[in-house]
C-alpha cells in the first residue's frame, strides 16, 4: 500500500491551496484518513481528518479556513486550505488506517511522504 501526497507549494498569506492524497497498491478498503503537519523545529501535529462515513475532525487553528473531504472511491482525500497564513509552513504529510482484507481483525496504518507548504507573508 502506498500513498503519495501532491499539490504543496509556496504562496502568499491569504492565499489557497489544495492538496491530494491518494490511496494505492492491494487492501480491501480504507477507513479513517487525515492530514499531519511538521513545521521547522515542532512535532508532528494533527490537522484534519476524515473517517470512511465522513465524520470530519480539525484542529482548532485551521477551523473555517480549512476543509477535508474525500472522493467517492474513499480512496483519495483532499485539503482545500484557504486564508493560509505563515505559521500554516510546514511538511503536510497523509496518514491512512487500511484494511488489508475483509478477513483482517484490525487496521493498517501508513503514511505518505510529505509535500512542502510555505505560506509567506
Known amino acids: 500500500v502506498q500513498l503519495q501526497a501532491s499539490g504543496g507549494g509556496s504562496v502568499q498569506a491569504g492565499g489557497s491551496l489544495r492538496l491530494s492524497c491518494g490511496v494505492s497498491g492491494s487492501f480491501f478498503s480504507t477507513n479513517t484518513m487525515s492530514w499531519y503537519r511538521q513545521a521547522p523545529g515542532k512535532q508532528r501535529e494533527m490537522v484534519a481528518s476524515?473517517?470512511?462515513?465522513?465524520?470530519?475532525k480539525y484542529e482548532d487553528s485551521v477551523k473555517g479556513r480549512f476543509t477535508v473531504s474525500r472522493a467517492e472511491d474513499k480512496d483519495t482525500m483532499y485539503l482545500q486550505m484557504n486564508s493560509l497564513r505563515p505559521e500554516d509552513t510546514g511538511v503536510y504529510y497523509c496518514?491512512?488506517?487500511?484494511?488489508?482484507?475483509?478477513?483482517?481483525?484490525?487496521?493498517?496504518?501508513?503514511w505518505g511522504q510529505g509535500t512542502q507548504v510555505t505560506v509567506s507573508s
Open positions: 496518514n491512512a488506517y487500511v484494511w488489508s482484507s475483509k478477513w483482517s481483525i484490525r487496521e493498517d496504518n501508513y
Open positions: 476524515v473517517t470512511r462515513y465522513g465524520d470530519l
